[in-house]
Every structure is written in C-alpha cells, then in structure tokens.
C-alpha cells in the first residue's frame, strides 16, 4: 500500500526541537491509522516520525508503517490487532522518539547537468541571478534530507535546498519528464524516478535507478537518507 501526500513546496530544515503535543489519531478504515503531528515540518518532527516507524514496524500484527510529511499511517490486520491498543502505543512512542535520529544511508547522486539533460538551467540561472555554473556548484554543494517519498514510487521530497536556487515550477507542465530528471520545484529540488508529467525546472539527469520493484529494497532511496549531488558532466 502507498499513501501519496499533497504536493509540498516548502520543507524547513533546521535542527529545532520539536514542542510535544499529543499526536491526532484517526482510523483509516477498519485496518488503519494515521497518527499526525503538530506543524511546523522540520527536521526534528521528521526524525521522530521516523524513529517512531522503526518501533511501529515491529509490533504484533502490523502489516505496514508508512512515513509521511508530518504524520505516519499503520496498517494492520483488524482480525487480530486492537486498534485502540495501537493507538496508545503510537502516542507513548511519539513521546519518547529520538528526534536527533540520523541512522539513514548516505547516498551520492551522479548528475549530467545542462543541455538536453537540463533544459532549464539558464532559465534557472537567469531567475535566480546566478550563473549556469554557479547554480551546480550551490546545488551539489548543500546535504539534503530525504524526508519522506510520495507523488510517485521512490520520489523523494528533499529538505535541505540553499535558498537562492528557489525557482517556481513551470507555469505549463510538461507532459513527459524523462526518467532520472533532477529539477527545482519551488523551495524543493527533487529527482524523477520514473517517467511522468511535471512542473518542476529541469537541471540535469542522473543515470541511477531511483526505483526498481526488482531489487530488494525497490526505492534507492528512503526517509532520513542524506543525499548529496555530484557533477558527472555539463552542457550549457
């Protein structure tokens, strides 16, 4: 099961500790929850929200924890599980989370910049008052946050982006963006995994697979990886 979120242009960043209020739990059909926190998203709610699935996914009868933006969705087997039970053991757990959780991967980028690969890296450069090369180095420069996936399978919403590269998305979607695109949406940079319709301003391509059903971990990516962008070639 998926569960997709609205699409987010923000994500805040800063290592702020998170004011604890109690979660809202609500059920999702008669073998769900979605337990939700108190904005605003940062890195520090993100980390909790992860900590907390790490615990989720090794309770009695659940079949599935999804991370999102500020909230977690526990999938169950209403047969055997108690609902209310599950709801007391995600407000204990969200209480005690660690929100100073890092345990995710580091996972490097290869990306082509420019060219046909990265239409929009002028337009880019021209509305942000940068250079085409100035705005791959600010790019490949900052550490990134998977804070979790979503809009399409192994799509991963990335906190982290300097905010002189913030560009709105294209007034007219494409209707194909090419598999492995890497564009601004906003205040987001993000990378396609597949290939699809999309807003977002287009810098380079990365040759990676960002999604596989085959592997055994399909997404390459996952919430609390750090992601950094690296140059394997430009065209302007």
Same mark, same amino acid.
């Given at each position: ?11 805040? =960043? ?9 979660? =809202? ?16 998203? =940062? ?17 009695? /009868? &659940? ?48 990306? /082509? ?10 337009? &880019?450069?021209? /509305? ?6 100035? &705005?791959?180095?600010? /790019? ?41 695109? &890497? ?52 065209? =302007?």
């Amino acid at each position: 099961m998926t569960f997709f979120s609205k699409q987010v242009d923000a994500i805040d =960043t800063p290592t702020q500790p998170v004011v604890l209020t109690q979660p =809202t739990l609500l059920p999702l059909g008669d073998n769900a929850l979605v337990c939700t926190f108190a904005p605003p998203a =940062t890195l520090a709610t993100q980390a909790r929200v992860w900590s907390v699935a790490r615990l989720a996914r090794a309770w009695p /009868h &659940v079949t599935e924890v999804v991370p999102g933006m500020n909230n977690l969705t526990l999938v169950f087997d209403p047969l055997l599980a108690d609902a209310d039970g599950l709801s007391a053991l995600l407000t204990s757990a969200w209480l005690s989370a660690d929100e100073n959780d890092a345990s995710g991967n580091i996972v490097e980028i290869p990306v /082509h910049y420019g060219g046909a690969d990265g239409p929009d890296l002028e337009l &880019v450069a021209r /509305h942000t008052g940068l250079t085409p090369e100035q &705005v791959i180095a600010r /790019h490949t420069a900052a550490d990134y946050v998977v804070f979790f996936l979503g809009f399409q399978p192994g799509f991963a919403y990335l906190g982290g982006l300097d905010p002189s590269l913030a560009t709105p998305r294209r007034a007219e979607p494409r209707l194909a963006v090419p598999i492995g695109s &890497v564009g601004i949406g906003g205040e987001q940079t993000g990378i396609y995994p597949a290939e699809s319709p999309g807003g977002w301003q287009l810098l380079g391509r990365t040759p990676l697979k960002l999604f596989d059903p085959a592997r055994t971990a399909p997404s390459l990516l996952a919430p609390g990886d750090r992601v950094r962008f690296t140059v394997a070639g430009v065209k =302007t």
